[in-house]
Structures are given as C-alpha cells and as structure tokens.
C-alpha cells in the first residue's frame, strides 16, 4: 500500500466535516503515518461538527458552539492528520495528481496519490434584490450558527420569517419559537415538508399554525426590504412580510464543482457518482458525504440527499477501504425525522409521487393510533401512512406524524423496506409489546394489517 | 362453508380474552350469522380485556378496570356472537363433536363443527405451606387485579413482597412502588428477567435498587407466614421477609389440559401444537393465545411465549381462516419490551445461553450511547447488547437496557433479526437520525457496527 518510490502514500481530504474526517480517521486506523501521509483541508475554522446541531444552538438548547464539536482540530493532530484550516481546494488535477490550496491570500499545490472529496452541499441562496442585508442568515456551518445567535444577542429581534419550509426551516421555526420571537414561515410550495404526501404534510401544517406559526403556503419571495443595511421585511406577492430576521432554510445541492472541473463524473441529481466502496470515476480519489449522489433501493434509481448519519457511513467506508479494508455504503431507503416542539415527522421509502414517478403503481392507506395503550397515561396520537405497489402490496414508503414516541417507528418500517416486505408479511412482524410502548397492535402493525385489507380489496 | 344439512356452520370459542374473542369476531365479519352460529365461552366475567394492563390498572395509572375493557360482552352480543359468561368448558369430545360446559352449578353440552381452543395460559402457583392465606395475590385476570386493588383499599399494607422477577413481577414492584409501598422483590435465580443475559440483567438489578426496591436474589420462598388468616411474611432461606401483601409474578404456562385430555397434540413446550394457520391435530379444531406454542423464527424450535400481541395476531388469524380467508401466523423472534419507572428493558431473538442451547456457536458486544445526540438536551443512557454468530456475524438477538426512548429501538432490531441480516450489513440500515432522536449513530447502528468490528477479529 505504499507509493513506489516506498515513501509513505499521500492522502488529501478534501472538506473537515463528517465524511472527509471520518475518512482520514479510518485511514489513519488502519495505516501508521509511515505508510500514509494525511492531509485534510477546510475551508472554514471548524471541523468535525454536527451541522444538524445547529437549530439546537441556535433554540438555547445547547449551550456552546464547542458542544456540537466531535473532535477538535488538536485531535486530529494528534492523529497525525495534517489538517489545515482556513484553507480551500480551489482546484482538483489528475494530471499533476494534486489539488490548489488557497489560503491566507496566497495559493500552493499538494500533491496527492489518493484524493477523498468531501465537499458537502451547497446551500441554495436566493438571487432576489437586498439578499446581502445583515439579518439574513443561512444555517449551513457552524459559522453560520455562530454569526445567527451574535445576530440575535446583538439585535433582540422581535420578528422572524424563515424561508423554506422543509427540515432546516422546520427547526428553526422552533428554534426562533423557543426564542420567543414572532415567527412566520413561508414556502412557494402549496404544502410544507415536500417530502412527504399533501395529506401528511397538511397534518404538519395544522400543528405549525396551533404553535403560532403564520405558515404561508403557495408564497414565493421575491426580494427583502431593507433599512440602513439591516432586513426589515421578506417581499411576496400581497405585500411585505416585516421581519428582524430572516433565516434561509432552502435546502442544498451537492457541492461537487470542484470534481466536475477536474472531469469526474457527476451524475443527474448533481452529485458525484460513486460505487459501492465509494470510489469515483477516477483512480484514486473517492468522494463521500453530502456532495455524492446514493443509490435509492426502492426507486433504484440515483439520489442527493443531504444527512449527517449518510456522509459519516459514507466516510468511514472510504477510510476503511483507502486503509486497505473493504467497506461499503449500500445505499438509502430515504429514511428522515425530525421534531418542531411537540411534533414529530418521520419518513421511509417514496412519496406516492416519487413511486409514481419511478413507475410504480401505488394505493396507500392513512391509519390513527396512538404511542402507547390507549388507556395508558400519556398515549398520544399518531398517524401512519404506508404506500405500496398496488399488485404485489409490496412496501414502497411510509410516514408518520405525531407526538412524543412516535417518530422513531420509521426505522422498524425502514428495515422492513430494506428487505421490501409486503405489507401482508409486515403484518406477522414480532415488534415489542407493552402498555407503556404501544396498544396490543402497535401502530406500525395496524398500518400494515390495514394496507392489506385494502391490498385485497383491490384484488380482481 | 355451511354443513352438510344446510343449516349454520356452528363455531365454539373456549375463552373470552384476545385470542378468543378476535377468532370470533374475525370469523363473523366474513361469514353472516345465517352461515355461522358462534357460542363463546368464558369462565370468568370479563372479556376482551388487556391482561397486559393489569400492573397498571394497580399502580393507579389507569383510573377503572373498565378502561382495560376493549369491547364488552354487550358489543359481542351485537354481532351474533352468542357470548356465555361464568361458563367453563370442562372437557372436550372429539367423538361427538361437543364440549361440555359447567355453569351456574350444572352442565351440558354444545356441539361444534368448528372449535377454536384460547383457553390462555395458567399462573403458575407455589404449592408451599401457607398460599391459601388472604393478601396473596396472583394478577393474571382482571378479576384477580380488581380483587388486589380492593384488598389493598381494604387494608392499606405497607410492605409488599414480590415474587418473580421476570416482566410481571418487575411492574408490579412499579406499581407497588407508584402506590408507595416498600416492595421487596425476591426471585430464586441468580438474576431478574432469566430473557436477557446476566450482564444486562445485572443493570436491571442496579436500577431496581436504586428505585428502593430490596432485590433478593438466589432466593427461594418455602412458605408464608400468616395471621389469622391473613399473610405476614415470606418465608426465605435466611428469615422471613415481612409482607402486608404479596404478590405473585412467578410466570405461566400454557392451559392446554383441555386440549391433551381430547387427544389433541401438545408439544414438549407444554403448548398445543398448531400450523401456520393455527389448525390442531383435530380437524376442525383451532387453537389461539398463551395455550399455543409458536415457531421461533432464530432457534427454529417450538416456543411457548406468553404475550397478547401473538394472542391477538393469532385469533385473528384463526377467525380469518375460519371465515374462508387465508392468514398465517409466521412465528416468533421473541421480542419483549417492559418498563420500570423510568428504566426501559426490551430484548429480541435469544439470549446468549438459549443460543448456545440452540446448537449456535456465538460472540457478543455491549456498547453504550445515548438516546439523542449527546448534546441535546434529555440525551439518556442506552446499552446495547448484540449475540451473533461466531462464523457468519448473523444476528441472533439483542437485548436493550436504557431510559426514555430506548426500548422501542428492539423493533428495528427485530426487524432485522427477521430477516437473518448480519451485522455487518445492518451497519448500513438507513435509521433515522435528527439530534433530538439519535445521535448521528443511532445505538442500533454503533452496536452491529462494534458487533462487525468485533467479528472481524474473530476470523481467521
């Protein structure tokens, strides 16, 4: 595994987030710095974070940036991972086999035999007029969460308006709620949450507005208004929504410029295309992490979907196999939660229009439960959606919304997906029972055992 | 589906509670009462309750029996379910196709085509000097709960003892606790719950005491002490513990004499031999609930596991089939969940000794996490205990030990476990993650991800 000169090998990593440090970690596990040499570059001060982290920081709910932080850079080091921060790969060669570095004003190259790209995604921004007042903020990085709560310590905002109303939108709605500040939260969308179905979606929005939230559906923005340099208001089509603040929740793209100008592969979805050891479609250089693109297992189909839990599996598979092991990332069923105060939202599989659009033909069933017995104190409601393939029953997707206990059932219908079960089989599943966990037919059961009563009533 | 004399088929139900009841109902929905005549017989008084209820129903937590109540005698009677209460089967003949019933101080016979058998289970019960005294207290049926609920109104004990300490007894120590008594918890082996390992037993045992409870263990009882007639104590190899009440968690076993007496097959387990479909040796004859033994999908030996989710899903399932549908009961993975006060216990698929017993040659890892990503506020411990198999790394149980959101993790396992994946592979599930649900590991994962790492040195 060494270079032929028997020197050690040279690994550059790209990015010092989740999946290029958990790379250069496995790397290292496996190989003495005499073997390899590890170079990890980031642009940014921070690595190693959870960015997921940051509606947390933001809420008051976690105390310290440094609390979201995994490892620190001194950790690192001690690792012998030479990491470099404040510094940005401006440039990825083949040819040369090295990357540019731009750093404090000036630019070098480092050469490479193995290159892992952990770029990450690149949050959209919106060009309308007045996006460069102070008060509007993105909630990418660690930074970004860092400059939002100086915003807030400094201004006290009263009024907040958060644009976009998908996961990131979702919690800092609360976060911005938990602050006590007036929220209103607008998407061009006809429903919040398009990862879910309209019906799903409408249940969310329901407990947006009974926590005060003005959800403004159908509104797309325009520009901002602003005041000496600070926003005062969010333009949409009836008028001018007043805001101190402004927090951009827009959902991001993969970040994969830097390989598509070197002249790797990057695929529809805009994401790098790897293999299954996460190699890329040049020799030597893997990418991991929010900038590639998976493979979806029930639409078979290319996917970019952005997750912390993805790029950290992703990373380690990479380090493992630059260490000499093999290692693979099988791909997604598409699996998301999340929580806004007492609700909770959780995901598997398809949409009915993603299956629909993968060519599917679907049917789908809506059931209500509740958390634990129904007789058991604190039993709260939950709603469960399944999709399935309308000939063979076969699971396709399931939501779930609720309160408390309810979300985290999406990963006994996510492995069920993996393994694409029909929901008649589902229905024998030997899920946990007691009173304070579940009714006699835990909600996931009586989703499935109601998905194939209509699967058979469907039947010729 | 009609006999041959085209009058109604005649259906009888031996037993009033889940499996029962389900059978009955499952079957009336398909066929009309003009097809099938069905006649139910329950010894006790109350029907369709949750047996699983009963701790709570104790403790407080539930204010009446009635809310244990899923459809009352009344709501059978409604749908042509002709529903005998205080009516005991007493022997059934294959011969002449009849059971004999005593009710009210006499006897007579019902004839049957078809016969479902969900005569549930039986308490076991010391045979010890002493067990007849007032203040002991089994808490199978909801008659025996509402007489422990009226006996404690009645006296008010201060100290209770409990025996056993598998799932029952652990809540009725809750509720024992809950009602603020002392509660002594005595079991003759050497650790609670004999379903998880000793390792993980032994964080029960801690968490038991530091809830106050005085845990005895390798301690038999040989008798009761009483007092004009009512218990006082317990007696135990070193004294004898004083007890206002006593209460009785020893477990059941399968109520299958009925069955045995008719010449119907029962197995090793004690549990009437049944198929997929839940068919007896008999023709005609069904059997449903704790009297049953089930298929154990990961020993692929028969099971006896008492649980209302398997009664439930099995009359169903029988009273489908009897209705002229087709449904299975697919077996078990053995999977159970409890609670006490704040600790969450929940296992799956077989500990490491019933591995071994099984003919598995195994390996384990414990590995300890969080319940939410370690910064987020209410963040709890989980330990998570993997058994897989020592050559193939195939997952072959599970057990958890935590707090608040822990133990509904063993439904992704189970899952899992369903589907004989290997921890390798389950490394790459695709559970949900947002911070106030896992860390961006979910524990599940970080244990098949310890459990893959620890096989990989086991080979050669």
Redesign the interface.
């Known amino acids: 595994m060494t270079s032929s000169s028997g020197s050690p090998e040279r690994l550059v990593v790209i990015g010092g987030d989740?999946a290029g440090m958990s790379a250069a970690s496995q790397a290292r596990r496996r190989r003495p710095v005499g073997d390899l040499r590890i170079v990890a570059f980031e642009k940014g001060r921070h690595v190693s974070y959870?960015a997921?982290?940051i509606p947390?920081l933001v809420a008051g709910?976690?105390s310290s940036p440094d609390?979201?932080v995994a490892r620190t850079p001194e950790q690192f080091r001690e690792l012998d991972i030479d990491l470099r921060l404040a510094s940005e790969v401006t440039a990825i060669s083949l040819d040369s086999r090295s990357v540019t570095v731009a750093s404090q004003g000036s630019s070098y190259t480092e050469p490479f035999d193995q290159l892992v790209i952990a770029t990450g995604g690149t949050p959209a921004r919106p060009d309308v007029p007045g996006a460069d007042a102070a008060g509007i903020h993105g909630v990418q990085t660690l930074e970004d969460g860092i400059r939002l709560l100086s915003y807030l310590d400094r201004h006290n905002p009263r009024r907040a308006v958060v644009v976009g109303a998908g996961?990131i939108g979702l919690e800092m709605a609360e976060a911005m709620i938990s602050r006590g500040l007036e929220v209103a939260l607008i998407d061009a969308a006809d429903q919040p949450m398009r990862t879910l179905d309209p019906d799903m979606a409408s249940l969310v929005s329901d407990a947006l507005r009974g926590l005060g939230v003005d959800l403004r559906l159908s509104t797309p923005f325009t520009g901002f208004a602003s005041s000496g340099g600070r926003v005062t208001g969010v333009h949409v089509p009836d008028g001018t929504l007043p805001a101190d603040i402004v927090i951009l929740g827009l959902g991001t793209r993969p970040n994969s410029a830097l390989a598509a100008d070197a002249g790797i592969t990057v695929g529809a979805t805009g994401g790098i295309v790897v293999d299954r050891r996460l190699r890329t479609s040049a020799e030597g250089v893997w990418a991991a992490g929010d900038c590639v693109e998976v493979f979806h297992r029930v639409s078979q189909r290319p996917a970019a979907i952005a997750?912390?839990?993805?790029a950290?599996?992703q990373g380690r598979a990479a380090g493992i196999n630059i260490g000499g092991g093999y290692a693979?990332?099988?791909?997604?069923?598409?699996?998301?939660?999340?929580?806004i105060c007492s609700h909770?939202v959780?995901r598997?599989g398809l949409t009915t229009a993603e299956a629909l659009s993968a060519g599917f033909a679907t049917f789908s069933t809506v059931t209500e439960s509740t958390t634990r017995?129904g007789?058991?104190?604190g039993a709260l409601p939950i709603t469960t959606k399944i999709i399935a393939e309308r000939t063979t029953g076969r699971l396709l997707g399931a939501q779930i919304v609720g309160q408390e206990?309810a979300?985290?059932?999406?990963?006994?219908l996510?492995?069920?997906l993996?393994?694409g079960m029909t929901v008649e089989?589902m229905?024998?599943?030997?899920?946990?029972?007691?009173?304070?966990?579940?009714p006699?037919?835990?909600p996931?059961?009586i989703a499935a055992r109601r998905a194939a009563e209509q699967l058979a009533t469907l039947r010729p």
Chains 1, 2 share one sequence.
Do not use: Q
């Open positions: 989740a959870s997921c982290g947390y709910d976690v609390d979201l996961y997750l912390g839990t993805h950290n599996k693979t990332f099988p791909g997604v069923v598409g699996t998301a939660v999340s929580k909770e959780a598997t017995a007789y058991y104190p206990g979300a985290k059932r999406i990963d006994a996510a492995v069920a993996w393994h089989e229905t024998g599943l030997d899920l946990s029972y007691a009173p304070p966990f579940a006699v037919w835990d996931v059961l």
